[in-house]
């Protein structure tokens, strides 16, 4: 059984510039969610895909952008990055949408200038 | 929105203490409560969870208790040992099913 990963695990940007993060779910999970972390807080929902279809979305605007393949991996991306963006972009994979467990993947580090 | 509220934010004690934390929610519809355990540098992992139909689970030296009439939940960590030290985050699952929402973290340490 393969774990959840993201690609990359670090990235610069600078302010306007475009971003997309990658993540692979865990083998058989058909869910996928994102979550900001920024540094000394807890993950915040970014929003979460289910099958392919956006199934709820946290508080963020809509610069933030995802895809789910159908292989079940995901895309997230962020447009017109803000110094505020930077963060840990953490993906969790769960077998099903709705009390499962979630598990993270190591995360991507983003930091713009 | 549902909210999470943790305390404390930092938590050291000695090793062979026992750790409590504990967090209060506001969507009395939330049933599912997980906590995580993150090490520095390290993707969040589940170390624990309940649903809302028990009041009570425990894996070895961890358990967990739901109050669903307060609306509070409780990690409890006995025997603490030195790897015990981390940051450890409850969440509660938001009506929907659709996002995990965090307290804000609290950093235990365990010195020996």
């Known amino acids: 059984e393969t774990g959840v990963t993201q690609s990359p695990t670090h990235l610069i940007k600078t302010r306007g510039q475009q971003v997309t993060l990658r993540c692979s779910s865990q083998s058989g999970h058909n869910t996928v969610s994102w979550y900001q972390q920024a540094l000394g807080q807890g993950p915040q929902f970014i929003f979460q895909?289910?099958?392919?279809?956006?199934?709820g979305r946290g508080n963020f605007p809509p610069r933030f952008s995802g895809l789910q393949f159908p292989n079940y991996s995901s895309e997230l991306n962020v447009n017109a990055l803000e110094l505020d963006d930077s963060a840990l972009y953490l993906c969790a994979s769960s077998l099903e949408a709705g009390g499962n467990e979630q598990f993270f993947g190591p995360g991507t580090r983003l930091t713009v200038l | 929105g549902e909210n999470v509220e943790q305390h404390p934010s930092t938590l050291s004690v000695q090793e062979g203490d026992s750790a409590v934390i504990k967090c209060t929610y506001s969507?009395?519809?939330?049933?599912?409560f997980p906590w995580y355990k993150q090490e520095l540098g390290k993707r969040p992992q589940l170390i624990i969870d309940i649903r809302s139909n028990v009041g009570e689970k425990k894996d070895q030296r961890i358990a967990v208790t739901l109050n669903k009439t307060a609306k509070h939940f409780s990690l409890h960590i006995t025997e603490t040992q030195p790897e015990d030290s981390a940051v450890y985050f409850c969440?509660?699952?938001?009506?929907?099913?659709?996002?995990?929402?965090f307290g804000k973290g609290t950093t235990l340490s365990v010195s020996s």
């Open positions: 969440a509660v699952e938001n009506q929907a099913g659709t996002a995990l929402i």
């Open positions: 895909y289910y099958r392919e279809e956006e199934n």
């Open positions: 969507d009395s519809a939330s049933n599912y």
